[in-house]
């Protein structure tokens, strides 16, 4: 018997469930990829040009994600989404729903760059098949972040990418979107 849960407007089925969850296994982060995580969100979130997001569950049902060897079917979940910032004309309508309890749960917009923060648990290779739909999915830059090596790789195309590490360079660049942070920020140690 099939069981089938009912979100809103939305009803997932057992196979989609256990997608959502299988997904959320596999990304489970730890102490340096959520600090890694926290301070890009804060540096790219002090650029006015950007609206940054964590985990934002994106719509990707207008591909089939297999052709990528990916398992999950509806939804890609990045580290983080960064999105140019809208001026908004004042008598334009709010970008919150009316009602408090209305929510979005899978956003059709692509950003214009997903980051990956590299967990202990996930492999380069299963992140960079993620990129490979993303590109295909219209987003323009992908970071593959490495809390572990102090790394970034900044990728403007399937694999097309310039590297970044703590040894060698003072910044990451983003040639594509005129981004620029500085690596100590990125990696910067705390203590208890």
Same mark, same amino acid.
């Given at each position: 018997?099939?069981?089938?849960?009912?979100?809103?407007?939305?009803?997932? !089925?057992?196979?989609?469930?256990?997608?959502?969850?299988n @997904? %959320?296994?596999i990304?489970?982060?730890?102490?340096?990829?959520?600090?890694?995580?926290?301070?890009?969100?804060?540096?790219?979130?002090?650029? @006015?040009? &950007?609206?940054?997001?964590?985990?934002?569950?994106?719509?990707?049902?207008?591909? !089939?994600?297999?052709?990528?060897? #990916?398992?999950?079917k509806? %939804?890609? $979940?990045? !580290? #983080?989404?960064?999105? $140019?910032?809208?001026?908004?004309?004042?008598?334009? $309508?709010?970008?919150?729903?009316?009602?408090?309890?209305?929510?979005?749960?899978?956003?059709?917009?692509?950003?214009?760059?997903?980051?990956?923060v590299?967990?202990?648990?996930?492999?380069?290779?299963?992140? #960079?098949?993620? &990129?490979?739909?993303?590109?295909?999915? *219209?987003i323009?830059?992908?970071?593959?972040v490495?809390?572990?090596?102090?790394?970034?790789?900044?990728?403007?195309?399937? *694999?097309?990418?310039?590297?970044?590490?703590?040894?060698?360079?003072?910044?990451?660049?983003? %040639?594509?979107?005129?981004?620029?942070?500085?690596?100590?920020?990125?990696? @910067?140690?705390?203590?208890?």
């Amino acid at each position: 018997m099939s069981e089938v849960i009912e979100r809103d407007d939305e009803v997932l !089925d057992n196979n989609e469930i256990d997608d959502i969850f299988n @997904e %959320e296994e596999i990304g489970m982060g730890s102490l340096y990829h959520s600090a890694t995580q926290t301070h890009l969100a804060n540096l790219l979130y002090n650029n @006015e040009r &950007f609206v940054v997001l964590v985990e934002l569950s994106l719509d990707t049902g207008q591909i !089939d994600l297999s052709q990528f060897g #990916l398992k999950i079917k509806t %939804e890609m $979940k990045p !580290d #983080l989404c960064v999105y $140019k910032r809208q001026l908004e004309p004042k008598l334009k $309508k709010p970008l919150l729903p009316k009602r408090l309890n209305t929510d979005v749960l899978r956003v059709p917009q692509m950003p214009l760059l997903a980051i990956e923060v590299l967990a202990p648990s996930q492999s380069v290779n299963e992140l #960079l098949m993620k &990129f490979d739909a993303y590109f295909a999915l *219209g987003i323009q830059s992908c970071w593959l972040v490495m809390p572990s090596l102090e790394e970034v790789k900044v990728y403007s195309q399937q *694999g097309s990418y310039k590297t970044f590490d703590t040894q060698r360079d003072t910044e990451v660049t983003d %040639e594509v979107l005129d981004i620029h942070l500085p690596m100590n920020k990125i990696f @910067e140690k705390f203590e208890w």
